[in-house]
């Protein structure tokens, strides 16, 4: 009954190659989130959707290319993958309004590793 | 510009003592805060928000963080600290008056509990 489900939990990978990460969420949220972790822990969004629509995006490569196919599915593309691009990439989620605002659910990680 | 400052990027206590971990905030308009708990290896876990009305917040596991709009703070505090507590913690913001926008998060303090 896990809440925010990404695959894979580790991806190691060349330079130079794609990727993609999915995320799943079960919770009947509408809006759905990336987040960078890089290796001093810093947190940033990357990218917002709502309702299936980029609502979102911080100043990310155009290599990086989000894709939501229905409300509980935001997956996450990258291209031509660099060493910089070595994160820890978390999903989460939340409901618009309601008691619960903004409070944002998160999926385990996903490790990225560029050699 | 919004932003969290977590001024300690470390905090040491000993287990049974109360724990405080501290952070300030910088939003225009009335904000939305919250406290999130990153274990190793881990997604972010939710403990705590502050939307309206009492200034004391009581969350998960015991915590507690008080609202603090002239020193613009909400410090995140437990009366008697486990070594199980032990993780990075961030403190989050999101503007009060936008539906569904990403959190801002500091760059986390590392909470050690030794026994």
């Known amino acids: 009954d896990t809440a925010v489900s990404q695959t894979p939990k580790y991806l190691v990978t060349q330079m130079g190659n794609d990727k993609s990460i999915k995320c799943e969420q079960n919770?009947?949220?509408?809006?759905m989130y990336w987040y960078k972790q890089d290796s001093k822990k810093f947190l940033k969004i990357m990218f917002s959707?709502?309702?299936?629509?980029?609502?979102i995006n911080e100043t990310v490569p155009n290599r990086f290319s989000p894709k939501s196919p229905d409300k509980a599915h935001l997956n996450l593309h990258i291209n031509s993958l660099e060493l910089g691009d070595s994160a820890v990439y978390f999903c989460?989620?939340?409901?618009?309004?309601?008691?619960?605002?903004?409070?944002?659910?998160f999926g385990p990680g996903t490790r990225l590793t560029v050699l | 510009a919004q932003s969290v400052a977590q001024p300690e990027d470390q905090v040491n206590v000993a287990e049974g003592n109360p724990l405080t971990v501290k952070c300030t905030y910088s939003?225009?308009?009335?904000?939305?805060l919250f406290w999130y708990v990153q274990y190793p290896n881990r997604g972010l876990q939710f403990l705590l928000k502050?939307?309206?009305?009492?200034?004391l917040v009581k969350g998960s596991y015991g915590f507690e963080a008080e609202f603090n709009k002239s020193q613009t703070s909400f410090h995140l505090k437990k009366p008697s600290a486990l070594v199980s507590d032990s993780a990075l913690y961030f403190c989050?913001?999101?503007?009060?008056?936008?539906?569904?926008?990403?959190?801002?998060f500091g760059k986390g303090t590392r909470l050690s509990v030794i026994a």
């Open positions: 989460a989620s939340s409901q618009r309004g309601g008691r619960s605002y903004n409070e944002q659910f």
């Open positions: 919770l009947g949220h509408d809006t």
């Open positions: 959707y709502n309702n299936k629509e980029l609502i």
């Open positions: 939003v225009s308009g009335n904000p939305y």
């Open positions: 502050y939307i309206t009305g009492d200034n």
């Open positions: 989050a913001v999101s503007p009060k008056h936008s539906g569904n926008t990403p959190l801002v």
